[in-house]
Every structure is written in C-alpha cells, then in structure tokens.
C-alpha cells in the first residue's frame, strides 16, 4: 500500500522546476577616458611631402578595401608620404581619408613618431578637360587628405565631390602641394600575391616597430 501511495504521489506532482535565474541590473557604461590622440587637422589638407613612390603589378587580382564600390585590380603604386601627426595617428573611428588623383589610398602601417604613412593606391585613369586620358601618378597629381570618414562610406561621388573642395582650396592659396624634393622613385615592382606586395610595402617603413 505504501508503495501504491508513493506512485501515485510521483505521478500526480510535477518534478521541481528550476527557479529563474535573478536578473542583473542593467550596466552603465563607463565613462569615456579623455583622448590623448593629437586631434584631426582641418581638411582639405596636403601630406607635408611625397616619400617615396613604387609602381606595381599583382598576379592575383587585390579587391580594394578603401572604398565603398571598390573592385579588384591589379595594378598601382605603393606611396610614402610624410605628414602632420593628427594625420597620421590611427584611429578607430572616421579618420582624414588619404586621397591621390580619383582614388583613394588603403593605409598599412602610419608612424606617428616619424609622421609616415604607407599606403596602396589602386591605378586609376586622369582624364584632361580636352578628353584626353593618362594614368594617375602619385608623384605628380593632387595628393590630399579628404574629410573625415569611414571607408565603407566612400565611392565615387564622394571622392569627385571632395576632390572638387580640395582643387578650389589650392587654387585660393587654402591648400598647398606637397614637396616632392625627398621623393624617391622605385624601379615597378611585380609582385605575384597580395602577402607578397605588402611584404615589399613593409619595408618601405623605416621604423619596423611601427609595422
């Protein structure tokens, strides 16, 4: 009898169900260090100079990641440039985006301390008023750094629209070029992947704990 009992007990209550677990206050977010990053220069803005310039060719096409409507290419110049330290300070939010002719520059090292940038520019094609056409040569077109932005934000009306701002400010004297009397122009560069053309970029960084 005792053993019908303790059944019927089994079966007529349920098994304990765990209580819920306690809910956590919400956290409050901790208060924003102030930022000891040298702040963002005014843009439009020129690097202080043009370093160093090396064309190159890549066997396997490189999508650019500086750009919104960025595609694959194969060919371009790895630059050097020097410039003031707000520009060259990474940051983890919009930053000054380094623009040559109607391309955009992919950063890969900066060197706050040296005031260096090294960076992909992808080719592109200058076209003249008349219609005539040429490629773009880091060392001789307009080099500028832009507004600041995100590179996922950036396509092709953008770039026209800050190129324009930048070509009026150097024509009222608001902008000025870049020297290019320490530039150094390196022999085209073949490379055969993408680890292989930003090996040869690395070590055109003179600082190596900066890579």
Sequence with gaps: MTT??????????????PAPAKELPAQVPPAQAPSDLAPVPATP???????????FTIA???????RKDGAEFTSGHLLVVR??????????????VLCVGSQTAERLWSDPATGLIVAIVPSWIERAKDGTERAGDPS???AWFASPELPERVDAAWIAAERARAETAR???????????????????????????IARASELLPDPAAR
């Design 60 to 66: 396997q096409p490189y999508r650019h990641r500086f």
């Design 171 to 197: 024509a009222t004297g608001g902008m000025r070029k870049a020297s290019t009397r320490e530039i150094v122009r390196h022999e085209r560069l073949d490379a055969a992947s993408q680890d292989a053309l």
């Design 45 to 55: 803005a020129s690097p202080i100079a043009i370093v160093a310039v090396q064309p």
């Design 83 to 96: 410039a003031e330290t707000g520009f060259v300070q990474p940051r983890q939010v919009a930053e000054p």
């Design 4 to 17: 019908l009992l303790a059944a019927l007990a089994l079966a007529i209550v349920p098994p304990s169900i």
């Design 140 to 142: 001789t077109d307009l």
